[in-house]
């Protein structure tokens, strides 16, 4: 099968396209013929070994990457499911986190999968896993939103930020949407009811207070941010665009954890959802919005599958436009 290799941590210029061995298929697992995969922040850290803390943990590899086929978003069709798996058979279309996604071929456990929403094509679902999955932490599970309660996205044109504005919306919060100037009608349709251009104004300096803020930036001081919160305000903080190659997101975290022991407001660090914790019920509860009616996902650019490494590039630099996706035909 064709693959996106990893073999050393680098820049995206050190994947490679090649020919290896379809992943086995052992007890509880399930083969998915891949469709289409997305692009995450989440890919070029783990590409990069970046941050270095991260690599202590066990989940990147200590000095070259944990898994040879990078990736870990994919949508596709069940080819083969190991012995005692129930929930699917092959044919079935499905989503999930796939370890190794980047390829024709991609297994994971039955636990990480769920049946694709018919309504979505297989790029569309691609793109649900890790962002929509991380989005609705943040809102509901970390933040508990309410109704009634204004809620603030910076960083809502992204991929995690265009499935926040969405699930806080369907919440019935009045939601103010911090992006670019070029996807402010984007954000206004997805149920923000109030936009802010961060190159003409900084939402850090005005008189509005939020009930929740939802930071999936990482480009203002905590103190500033805390200046926006209501008293019993809520500050989720995922850490996006935080410095430092030794401690990164990690530095960041524990920062946001020490500093809510001394004040009143609740500052609540959430890393982005993947597949070392559990997930399945948060992608049940996902596909369910979308059933509904109430998320969307929304794809800025495709990439063919030798275009992997021009993707993994164009999502590092900050300024993609709802998910990037990679088709596999």
Not at 26 to 41: D, E, K, M
Not at 71 to 93: N, Q, T, Y
Not at 141 to 167: E, H, M, P
Not at 234 to 249: D, E, K, N, S
Request: hydrophobic letters at 45%; glycine letters at 12%.
């Amino acid at each position: 099968m064709k693959a996106v290799v990893q073999e050393r941590f680098g820049p995206p210029d050190s994947l490679r396209l090649r020919e290896i061995d379809r992943p086995a298929t052992g007890a509880g697992r399930v083969l998915v013929r891949v469709h289409a995969a997305a692009v995450n922040p989440y890919d070029w850290h783990m590409l990069r070994g970046d941050p270095y803390a991260a690599r202590l943990t066990g989940g990147m590899g200590l000095t070259r990457p944990k898994h040879r086929v990078a990736g870990i978003d994919a949508a596709g069709v069940v080819e083969r499911v190991g012995a005692g798996v129930r929930e699917f058979r092959p044919g079935d279309p499905v989503l999930g986190f796939c370890p190794g996604a980047f390829a024709e071929y991609a297994a994971t456990t039955a636990a990480l999968l769920v049946p694709r929403p018919a309504g979505l094509t297989f790029e569309q679902a691609a793109a649900l896993p890790m962002g929509a999955v991380t989005a609705l932490r943040g809102i509901r599970t970390v933040g508990r939103v309410r109704a009634g309660q204004r809620v603030l996205v910076n960083g809502a044109g992204g991929g995690v930020g265009t499935f926040a504005v969405q699930i806080a919306a369907v919440l019935d919060a009045e939601v103010t949407a911090v992006c670019g100037a070029r996807n402010t009608a984007l954000v206004r349709s997805l149920g923000a009811a109030h936009v802010l251009d961060h190159a003409r104004a900084d939402f850090t300096d005005g008189p509005e207070r939020y009930d929740v803020v939802l930071d999936l930036v990482g480009n203002h001081p905590l103190g500033r941010l805390r200046r926006v919160l209501t008293p019993a305000g809520v500050l989720v903080a995922a850490g996006g665009g935080t410095p430092g190659r030794v401690f990164g997101a990690i530095g960041a975290m524990a920062k946001v954890a020490a500093v809510n022991a001394v004040t009143r407001h609740r500052l609540r660090p959430i890393l982005p959802a993947t597949p070392d914790g559990p997930a399945h019920e948060d992608l049940l509860a996902v596909t369910a919005l979308v059933d509904a009616g109430q998320l969307t996902p929304v794809i800025g650019r495709t990439f063919a599958l030798a275009g992997t490494a021009e993707a993994v590039r164009h999502v590092e630099e900050g300024h993609a436009r709802g998910k990037t996706v990679i088709t596999v035909p």
